[in-house]
């Protein structure tokens, strides 16, 4: 096994009814922006909540931060911060509003230009140089509820580009379960394929000494096959929901990714999708991810065979219970209701995998995933297998 620190300070704090706890939780006294997406937390009730469960602490609220959230939305809430004194962010929504939070946590005290931290990745460690959060997660998929990455796009270049740092864990996430019945059916889905490709970004690499990692990997892959169809057409049922919440949150908090090999070069590849043509995240991985496992084939058959073989079942050849392994996984993602084609979303693709090719390349990004081998060249393979 590789060598590793596992460090998660994020209190976690799981169940029906929970958010009654943001009182202990947040510091006393502390001034609060509570901040939100586009208005659903109004009509679910989760905004009353929250309200209910802060009495006695001074809130401003911060509304509009947009799925895939802008730099240039999230900058007026550094401004807000900065003119009211904020001490404490208190982030409720899903993984783009989380994920702004961070943003914005970062932005206020940094020196120098908020965009650079996107633009040169720099890496926020230092805890004295950041407002603290915590988060009411509304949407099971993206696990920033319990990891301190981020994703945000600037739109004015339409970038969407990744950051973070051990500075950007959440103080503290309340993750209650029932908070998903009001999601709509697509969410619902995009969030079992998010979970469900980012077990695959640390799981489908090279055989190597995590087995514990491995088969932890593979427990949430089996849950979210056994959960993931019923929550969608099910959502109040607590059972299903507990466990597609806590799934998600396992598939991205760091656990799984320690002392193996990671890849993530469908992340990567799918985020240029939705800076390109607003498609949603998990469904830029629906479209990726597949078409990558055929062109990296060659370096990643041995665990698509130990995939097919653990998940699926599936016998045969290392060969053929690999490549029966890559279809196993588009057909589960159109029970999810994906679709898994570019072309299924946009007529205007003929130029994509040049573009996103080139993109990489002026970004010096020479070659991603786990041996270091999706060059750019095979960057453009995929995206046009993708189409
Ligand atoms: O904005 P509101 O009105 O709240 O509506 C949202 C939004 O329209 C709605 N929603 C959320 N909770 C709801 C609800 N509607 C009804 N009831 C509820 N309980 O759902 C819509 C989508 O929300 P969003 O937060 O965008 O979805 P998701 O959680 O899938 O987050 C996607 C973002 O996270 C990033 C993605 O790239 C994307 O920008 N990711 C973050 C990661 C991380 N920080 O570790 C990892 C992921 O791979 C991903 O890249
Ligand atoms: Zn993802």
Redesign the pocket.
Known sequence: MLNFQYYNPTNYVFGKGQIEQLGKLVPEGAKVLLA??????F??G?HQQVVDALKGYEIIEFGG?????HYETLMKAVEVIKEQNIDFILAV???????GV?FISGAVKFEGDPSEILKKRILLTDVSKVIPFGTVL??P????EM?S???V?IKSTQE?L?FGGSALFPKFSICDPT??????KR?LE??VV?AFT?VLEQYLTYPHEGYLQDRIAEGILQTLIEVGPKVVANPTDYALASNFMWSCTMA?NGLIQKGVPNDWAT?MIG?EL?AMYDI???RTLAIIGPNLYKVMFDTKKQKLAQYGKRIYNLEGTEEEIANAAIAKTVAFFHTMGMDTKLSDYTKDFSNTADFIANRFAERGWKALGERQNVTVEKVKEIVELSY
């Not at 939100?36 to 937390?41: D, E, K, L, M, N």
């Not at 931060?65 to 959230?69: D, V």
């Open positions: 939100y997406g586009g208005g659903s937390i009509k679910n989760i931060i947009e799925p895939n959230p929504g899903g993984g783009s509003v989380i994920d961070k509304t949407l998929a993206t696990g920033s990891n990455g981020a994703v796009t969407k990744a908070v998903i019945q009001s999601l709509p969410q995009n969030g998010d980012h991205l992340h985020h939705t949603d995240h998990a």
